[in-house]
């Protein structure tokens, strides 16, 4: 756990104040800049000392073997894995004849902030030298939004009390050495020497260099830049070798004098275009960076970030950690998904190689909901590049003896690469999961072009794999047999209720669709029958429901299973590394929101007693073993009027990295919970749903939360929600004369442009008392704070 006081609580910035060489590892993923394109973690400049050294390009990776014990049909033979790609953050430090480096001589000073509005990371130390000398550093670090190809770097160095020589060495380093990815010898051999040279160049302060991964055949090129500035004459040198370029400056310093060195980066890489066009296309965007300037790439940050806060700020009043969380949250999934552009957006972003760099189902259940209210250009392009894998999910829903595609349960490119069956490619409702997304975010823009472009054939082939996943029994109930639904604990089961409801959503939204485009649809042969024979199963579908307890099943049989010892396995959490796969999935122990996210989104399936019981039976089996589950028991615990309990997931949620909730921060940021705090918020106190096509809020704060306030992009309206204990606020923000209607607590509202409106806020009593949770497993808030249980 990282505490409190390494971080102080600020509203735009998250401030290391002390250097502490145990969380380097963590701070490196809190402290990783991205722009969905190139991530940096937040290594030291000088390199050393690091946690896991990382530089990355979103969706360029290597393929490894997928080693089984025992092989089986259908089983994904290789995987893919993110390449640790050159490193150009690297500027090495001579002081005299001593290396700066933060664990010899003095350190009197260490500070980095991460500034969530300016979208840089800055660092600036005072040490002394072993010999005496005395220098101040400090850089500034970005990604550009704006330049995607880029990034840069301001380094300044002062000397504080004697002159002192300095020789500053700025460096790019492929194939740098890490920690070991993997315990399996095979896989971690080929990611040992991942990049093979290519060629490389040097010249004045520039330098080049390419590699091409070996398996993958990826290329990928780096170059650097300079621009220095010192009182007196500089030396320069510049040497490219296969895994390292160099640029050397020198000069000496005054007391009070300064050495500032620009460095400009930038990175491409394809499958597709030459060695040339590659190399050119790097070379542009270092001249292009050059020309705007370090200060004019600040500004260009600052102004990009300025307009996503203006449209995607959530401001906490009374409670500071969690207004830090949810900007900290909401500036990371801008940095995995704003400028990703078709391309993949992976569970860590680029903040860290955990997860091998894939991607689940974590984007567009988790993910998008919030940049299809925030940015929605950005989910657009997260769907456009899960088309651009349909031919792959095609193939594989045909290995699979299905029709449609079957989307991969983790990638990279859109191959499947779960090694393992039961919480990977069973996990069949990812396929719903995007047909969900592709709703979402026609009902929420309005934007029918989308749906032509990609969203149709999108729901349509997944339709067809429902259609063959499912059948109908002989009273003509529709029934999913033989998946995975979210819990992972509870594997291949039948009639998981999320599954099913998402299953049955993904077929109406397909034959919805395909009216909507008849021609379209035709030229993706489908007929009247087909889309006759999706609503038929949609309308059959089965929903296992407990009459005897009043709660509805998991899946089907689960309440009647046997149940899980919670108080034996106190102290063993996470569960997967202390117990069997085989005596989880016999039992009533859930890893994560799966019945309950069924009842967040298809709320309309659930009576209020059915919701109020569900979260009571529910609640005390959950162990939250993964972070996407915090977030939506929020959620869930606001809607049947937990709003303490409600309080105390958003809080976990929140802070999940920033405290390193999990110990596993180190790896890289958890996005879909970074997600989810804005989920938590919005959805949770806010009430926001999306009822068919109707903007809906129903807000109420927890009692910790005085003011909650935030924007929601709505058909290209932004409405801003203002909420305080006993009424809320509603400002229609764009558009002269606008007009929107949408419902407060069920009641229809219009709100007009520069009128807002305001309503009362009824109490929500809860039918139920809060729950308690298994032991050892109560929300983080509660367990941060050792509050004894009650409040709601
Ligand atoms: C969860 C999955 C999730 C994955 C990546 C797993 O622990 O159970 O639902 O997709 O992590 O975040």
Redesign the pocket.
């Known amino acids: 756990m990282i505490e409190q006081s390494a971080f102080p609580v600020e509203p735009w910035h998250v401030r290391e104040t002390r250097l502490e060489l145990d969380l380097l590892a963590q701070s490196e993923s809190l402290f990783a800049l991205s722009n969905g394109h190139i991530g940096l973690r937040g290594n030291l400049d000088e390199g050393e000392p690091y946690g896991i050294p990382g530089t990355y390009l979103n969706s360029f990776y290597e393929v490894r073997p997928l080693p089984y014990a025992e092989a089986g049909y259908g089983y994904p033979e290789s995987g893919q894995t993110v390449v640790n790609v050159t490193n150009g953050k690297l500027i090495r430090l001579l002081v005299d004849d001593a290396p700066f480096d933060v664990r010899y001589g003095q350190l009197l000073a260490h500070e980095r902030v991460l500034d969530l509005r300016a979208g840089t990371l800055t660092r600036t130390a005072e040490w002394v030298s072993p010999a005496g000398r005395r220098i101040r550093v400090r850089s500034t670090r970005l990604v550009s939004f704006t330049q995607r190809a880029v990034a840069a770097i301001e380094y300044v160095v002062e000397a504080v009390d004697g002159p002192v020589r300095l020789i500053a060495q700025s460096e790019l380093v492929a194939n740098e050495p890490s920690p070991p990815r993997s315990a399996d010898p095979r896989v971690a051999a080929v990611l040992e020497d991942a990049l093979v040279a290519l060629e490389q160049d040097a010249h004045d302060n520039r330098a080049e260099l390419m590699h091409r991964t070996r398996a993958s055949g990826l290329l990928m090129a780096a170059g650097m830049d300079h621009v220095v500035e010192a009182p007196g004459p500089v030396s320069v040198e510049t040497r490219a070798t296969a895994d390292w370029a160099r640029s050397t400056f020198v000069c000496t310093l005054e007391p009070g004098q300064r050495l500032r060195i620009v460095k400009l980066l930038a990175y491409g890489w394809s499958n597709l275009r030459s060695r040339p066009a590659l190399r050119d296309q790097v070379a542009a965007a270092l001249t292009g960076a050059r020309q705007t300037g370090f200060e004019d790439l600040l500004a260009e940050q600052r102004t990009y970030l300025d307009e996503f806060w203006d449209g995607a700020d959530v401001r906490v009043e009374g409670e500071p950690e969690m207004q830090q969380a949810v900007r900290f949250g909401l500036f990371h999934v801008l940095q995995a998904g704003g400028r990703a552009e078709r391309r993949c957006l992976p569970?860590?972003g680029l903040t860290g190689p955990g997860?091998d760099g894939?991607t689940?189902?974590?984007t567009e259940a988790y993910v998008l909901p919030v940049l299809t209210y925030t940015q929605p250009q950005a989910a657009a392009d997260a769907l456009r590049w899960r088309h651009a894998t349909l031919g792959l999910a095609r193939e594989r829903a045909a290995t699979l003896g299905l029709r449609g595609a079957a989307f991969p349960?983790?990638t990279i490119r859109g191959q499947e690469c779960s090694g393992y069956w039961p919480?990977g490619t069973a996990?069949f409702h990812i396929n719903a999961d995007i047909a969900a997304a592709v709703t979402r975010y026609r009902s929420a823009t309005g934007d029918d072009e989308l749906e032509a472009e990609i969203g149709l054939e999108l729901l349509v082939e997944t339709a067809r794999l429902w259609m063959s996943l499912g059948h109908h029994d002989a009273e003509g109930v529709w029934h999913v047999a033989g998946v995975t639904g979210?819990?992972?604990y509870t594997a291949i089961v039948n009639d998981n209720v999320f599954t099913n409801l998402a299953a049955a959503h993904n077929l109406r939204s397909a034959a919805d669709a395909a009216h909507r485009h008849p021609g379209l649809a035709s030229s993706l042969g489908v007929t009247a029958e087909e889309t006759a024979a999706w609503r038929d199963a949609a309308d059959a579908v089965h929903i296992p429901y407990d009459a005897g307890l009043r709660v509805h099943q998991q899946c089907a049989g689960f309440t009647r299973l046997p149940e899980w010892d919670f108080e034996a396995h106190r102290d063993a959490y996470p569960l997967l590394l202390h117990a069997p796969y085989f005596d989880l999935y016999r039992r009533q122990v859930i890893?994560?929101a799966d019945l309950l996210l069924a009842q967040h989104w298809f709320g309309h399936h659930f009576g209020d007693e059915d919701k109020a019981r569900n979260v009571d039976y529910y609640e005390r089996r959950t162990v939250r073993?993964?972070?996407?589950s915090a977030c939506i028991q929020a959620v869930t615990a606001a809607e049947v009027g937990h709003l303490e309990l409600a309080h105390d997931y958003a809080y976990e949620a929140a802070l999940i990295d920033l405290r390193d909730i999990n110990h596993d921060s180190r790896e890289g940021l958890?996005?879909?919970s970074l997600a989810g705090v804005w989920t938590a918020l919005v959805a949770g106190f806010g009430g926001l749903r999306n009822d068919d096509g109707v903007l809906c809020f129903s807000p109420q704060l927890p009692e910790g939360i005085t003011r909650l306030g935030f924007t929601v992009r709505w058909r290209g309206l932004r409405i801003g929600v203002e909420v305080e204990h006993g009424q809320a606020t509603y400002t229609l923000r764009d558009g002269a004369d606008s007009s929107l209607v949408f419902r407060h607590d069920g009641d229809e509202v219009t709100v007009t442009t520069g009128k807002p409106v305001i309503r009362r806020i009824s109490t929500r009593t809860p039918i139920l008392p809060r729950p308690p949770q298994p032991p050892g497993r109560e929300p983080g808030r509660r367990r941060a704070s050792e509050r004894s249980s009650g409040g709601d």
Do not use: M, N, T, V
């Open positions: 569970a860590k997860y894939h689940f189902w974590d349960w983790r919480a996990a979210p819990d992972e890893k994560q073993d993964s972070s996407l958890h996005i879909a």
